[in-house]
């Protein structure tokens, strides 16, 4: 690969031959790809691949999502950049860098976020990105009178496992109601993807159909990775749907002050991954974690 004769295009979505080449990219460099999601009918036009390609090859792209912030009040339209890739062979040839400066100059007069691994840390301050505020995450100890209360019903009349395209699934991950007013992010499509890859097997309803439960059990711990409401939660019914049988802790990977749920905060690290933002992220005045279901 010496002399390369590069296009460039936004228009990976609509085209299956384009498409091919980013999944062959997308599966080289980071082994995954974004064939199931597309097929499902989850990419939607928020997904943006900035790539370019060398004859049928895709030898670099940088992807934006638009999602809408919710922050103390305010909604603030934002870009989530990721899926940041060259191919290895084209590395170091500057075609990351008009990638990344092309999404800057066309959305970084509003608020932009990215997470890196540790890997790229100090590949993306030349673009004008700094590290995020630091995020903490809320624990919720389940007290021993929700937990009796618990222990005397059976799990399975609290939640039931469903698919993640069970049409009642996706209406509320669709209809992507942000109750938090500190800190929420409204992303259903980006919601989808990770309900049918890493979280597929930990999507639960209720049985009357109001909530959908985005969730792991560990021990006697239960992570809240996400939870849709079709209508504002009786915060002690909800905690009593939470709080199954030996668990003693939740975790909230995300803001649940919309579901009336007072929560302390642990320390929190995101896996191997830092978060950067650039100057037009606004400031936050509290405690605040980042959805874990918006991550690209
Ligand atoms: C990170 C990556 C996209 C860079 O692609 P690239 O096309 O080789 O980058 P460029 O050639 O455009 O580099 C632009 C500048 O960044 C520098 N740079 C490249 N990779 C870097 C890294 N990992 N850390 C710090 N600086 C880096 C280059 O030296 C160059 O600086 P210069 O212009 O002063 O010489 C590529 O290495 C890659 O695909 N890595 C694996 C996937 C990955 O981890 N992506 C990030 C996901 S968060």
């Keep these: ?65 638009r999602m809408a912030l919710h922050i103390e ?25 008009r990638l990344m400066q092309e999404i800057v100059s066309e959305h970084g007069r509003e608020p932009m976020f990215l997470f890196a691994n540790d890997s790229v840390v100090d590949f993306y301050p030349q673009f004008g990105f700094r590290r995020g505020p630091l995020e903490t995450m809320p624990v919720f100890d389940v007290e021993p009178r929700a937990q009796r209360k618990a222990d005397a019903d059976d799990a399975g009349e609290y939640w039931v496992r469903a698919a993640p395209t069970d049409q009642r699934v996706v209406r509320q991950v669709e209809a992507n109601i942000v109750r938090s007013r500190r800190f929420g992010i409204s992303s259903p ?21 109001v909530f959908v439960l985005v969730g792991r059990r560990t021990g006697d711990r239960l992570d809240v990775i996400g939870l849709f409401a079709s209508e504002a939660p009786d915060p002690e019914r909800l905690l009593s749907r939470l709080s199954l049988p030996g668990v003693r802790q939740l975790r909230f990977h995300f803001e649940p002050d919309g579901l009336g749920l007072a929560s302390k905060r642990a320390d929190h690290r995101l ?6 933002v650039n100057d037009a992220f606004p400031t936050l005045s509290g405690p605040w974690i980042f959805p874990t279901l918006a991550y690209t």
């Design 271 to 276: 896996d191997d991954s830092h978060l950067f």
């Design 189 to 209: 499509s980006i919601a989808m993807f990770h309900l049918l890859s890493r979280f597929s097997d930990g999507v639960f309803l209720s049985p009357d159909g």
């Design 73 to 97: 009040g305010r909604t603030l339209p934002a870009t989530q950049v990721g899926t940041v890739a060259t191919l290895p062979e084209a590395r170091n040839r500057g075609l990351a860098r």
């Design 1 to 65: 690969m010496s002399g390369l004769s590069l296009t460039h295009t936004c228009e990976v979505r609509h085209d299956p031959v384009l498409r091919a080449a980013f999944y062959a990219l997308t599966q080289k460099v980071f082994h995954f790809s974004l064939e199931r999601w597309h097929d499902a009918g989850f990419w939607t036009h928020d997904y943006v691949c900035h790539s370019l390609l060398d004859g049928n090859s895709m030898v670099a792209n940088a992807s934006t999502t």
